[in-house]
């Protein structure tokens, strides 16, 4: 099956810097990729997804890169600001397949004021 | 607004005693899914519908139970409660033709 790796855990910035969130994926056939955000107590968000016959996808201040060959994905986000602070999970699944995603252990990003 | 809604928000049960979770959709699709998500972890898939086609994780413990009586409604029942299964439940759906998953707000269980 499909395994998702997440890097880092926990990131802290400062507002206004950039953050970066990488995941790896092992199944070729996954061509799906889902960034959600869960600000706490609350249920996760899609922010921004991205298929696997794009390799970039922006939506103003977070965009998604996508390398098919190297199996992994990032998320940007620029501009950092403290409303960003939240767990952000990315997940891969197979367009049209099972529709089980399967997700990564979550990066806990704090931006700091 | 809310497309997927769950109740209640915040649950509080004895050891041992049912308990059950409810959420509902306005957003007609096809597949509903119920998630355990512990503190700091990844949202744990527990079993989802296509329908009315029930599938079970091979992991997830006898000891819950689901029901999908419509595609608006699906309820998540735990027979007897231990300490463990204090968690936050998740439901969540989509189209099952388009991938992105619309989560509830979830209901936090605590079991006493």
């Known amino acids: 099956g499909e395994n998702v790796e997440q890097h880092p855990s926990t990131l802290s910035v400062q507002e206004g810097d950039s953050a970066v969130i990488k995941c790896t994926y092992s199944?070729?056939?996954?061509?799906?990729f889902p960034w959600y955000k869960q600000e706490l107590g609350k249920g996760p968000q899609l922010i921004i997804d991205?298929?696997?016959?794009?390799g970039e996808k922006k939506d103003q201040r977070i965009a998604v890169t996508l390398n098919k060959t190297a199996k992994h994905f990032s998320l940007h986000i620029t501009e950092t600001q403290p409303e960003d602070s939240a767990v952000y999970f990315c997940?891969?699944?197979?367009?049209?397949?099972?529709?089980?995603?399967?997700f990564g252990r979550g990066t806990s990003l704090i931006v700091h004021p | 607004d809310a497309m997927v809604i769950q109740n209640p928000r915040y649950q509080v049960t004895q050891f041992g005693k049912p308990v059950t979770l409810s959420c509902s959709q306005t957003?007609?699709?096809?597949?509903m899914y119920w998630y355990q998500q512990k503190s700091s972890q990844a949202p744990k898939l527990l079993f989802h519908?296509?329908?009315?086609?029930?599938?079970n994780e091979a992991d997830t413990p006898d000891n819950f139970q689901s029901r999908r009586p419509n595609t608006s409604f699906c309820f998540l029942d735990i027979r007897s409660p231990g300490l463990g299964d204090a968690a936050m439940y998740l439901c969540?759906?989509?189209?099952?033709?388009?991938?992105?998953?619309?989560f509830g707000s979830g209901t936090q269980l605590s079991v006493l």
């Open positions: 997940a891969a699944s197979v367009a049209g397949g099972s529709y089980i995603p399967t």
């Open positions: 969540a759906t989509s189209s099952g033709t388009a991938e992105k998953l619309f």
């Open positions: 199944d070729s056939a996954s061509n799906y």
């Open positions: 519908y296509y329908d009315k086609d029930f599938n």
């Open positions: 957003l007609n699709h096809n597949v």
């Open positions: 991205i298929r696997s016959n794009v």
